[in-house]
């Protein structure tokens, strides 16, 4: 049972455009949000986070926005760069939990 | 400064074989964290640790895995009898203080193929 889906395994986008990368999660019980980002035979390094508290959090480039309601998040690009091209992984931490559940990720292409 | 690292970065294993994977964290960070990530999967937990203790084993798959930490540092991840299916990408992550600092910090991983 996958408790954090990130539905599109891959994205292209031309270099300049806004890439939009989509997850949606099942447990309420999640209250921060994180998005990674991994080269090939890299780990995953950290790309900006939100809580549950908050519906927006920017940080350059990048923005996430959060509807709890809906219980989806997005993660923005604004410009998309060709060294943006990656895998992008959503995960998510429950409350009181130490476990980071993770989506199986949404490989993006930005292409010059 | 240096970042996690994680030995060896490939492992090839007989079917039957025991295996060990290392973690060395970054320095300072209290927090250690194991993942596996199977073909076309997303990361998936198996252990965390908090100084040398394991308050949470809940994500070893079977009582084939075991893990330690010593000295509230590096940490080693034991695979015994393995079997194909424990083929995958093995994740270590740290942080400063767990739930305390959300950001997880991960190695370059070790990708196990059991043959």
């Known amino acids: 049972d996958q408790q954090v889906k990130q539905n599109s395994p891959s994205l292209s986008v031309q270099e300049g455009r806004i890439s939009i990368l989509n997850c949606d999660y099942t447990?309420?019980?999640?209250?921060?949000f994180l998005w990674y980002k991994k080269y090939p035979a890299e780990g995953p390094t950290f790309l900006i986070s939100i809580s549950s508290i908050k519906d927006k959090n920017e940080d350059g480039r990048f923005t996430v926005f959060l509807n709890k309601s809906a219980k989806h998040l997005s993660l923005h690009i604004v410009p998309s760069q060709p060294g943006d091209s990656a895998v992008y992984f959503c995960a998510a931490y429950g409350a009181g939990s130490y476990q980071l559940t993770f989506g199986k990720g949404t490989k993006l292409s930005v292409i010059p | 400064g240096a970042g996690v690292s994680q030995s060896p970065s490939n492992k090839v294993t007989e079917k039957g074989k025991d295996v060990e994977l290392r973690c060395d964290p970054i320095s300072g960070h209290t927090a250690l964290y194991w993942y596996r990530q199977s073909l076309g999967q997303g990361l998936e937990f198996l252990i965390y640790?908090?100084?040398?203790?394991?308050?949470?084993k809940s994500g070893l798959p079977s009582d084939r895995f075991s893990a330690e930490r010593t000295g509230g540092s590096v940490s080693t991840l034991t695979i015994q009898r393995t079997q194909q299916e424990d083929s995958a990408v093995y994740l270590c992550?740290?942080?400063?203080?767990?739930?305390?600092?959300?950001?997880?910090?991960f190695g370059p991983g070790t990708r196990l193929t059991v043959t």
């Open positions: 447990n309420s019980m999640f209250d921060y």
């Open positions: 640790f908090q100084g040398n203790s394991a308050p949470d």
């Open positions: 992550a740290s942080s400063l203080q767990g739930k305390t600092s959300y950001e997880q910090y």
